[in-house]
């Protein structure tokens, strides 16, 4: 129990580093101040935003109008379970990258802007990382292969 309760504080003592974590934003606006850390699949960086409370996690990419290509949303839960994502008041196409703790990618899940439909996660993560539609495609990036980050623990 005390591995669960400390590895989400050794995670945000790892990912606040450039921003400070915020409270809830305001209904309507996004939150673009969100603590950032580094990932990386292959040759590729990642620039991610961390979700990690869960108001933080409920807001994720809503009201956004865009997203550079390199950067990207780390959904992060207190535990592994089947997480379900929709777009509710989300403006851009995403892709839900369903990650294990090793940094896996279980399964994607392309996602239109404001569906009110589920996509999850096809077994139990505690990660989820939100890109640009076709972010993964245009890279090849499919289920297998592993992000590399400070929370995945090596294989």
């Known amino acids: 129990m005390l591995l669960r309760l400390v590895l989400p504080l050794v995670l945000l003592a790892t990912t606040a580093l450039s921003a400070p974590a915020s ?52 959904f992060v839960f207190e535990q592994a379970g089947v997480q379900c994502f929709w777009m509710k008041n989300t403006l851009i196409p995403l892709t839900a990258a369903f990650v294990a703790d090793d940094g896996r990618i279980v399964n994607l899940a392309d996602m239109q802007p404001l569906d009110e439909a589920s996509h999850c996660s096809a077994e139990p993560v505690r990660y989820v990382l939100e890109m640009n539609q076709g972010w993964f495609a245009s890279r090849r990036i499919a289920p297998g292969h592993r992000l590399r980050g400070p929370m995945f623990k090596a294989p």
């Open 23 to 74: 409270a809830a934003a305001p209904a309507g606006t996004p939150q673009l101040d969100l603590p950032r850390t580094t990932l990386a699949i292959g040759m590729y960086r990642i620039d991610a935003q961390v979700a990690a409370s869960f108001e933080q996690r409920q807001i994720g990419l809503m009201h956004r109008r865009e997203m550079p290509q390199h950067e990207g949303m780390l």
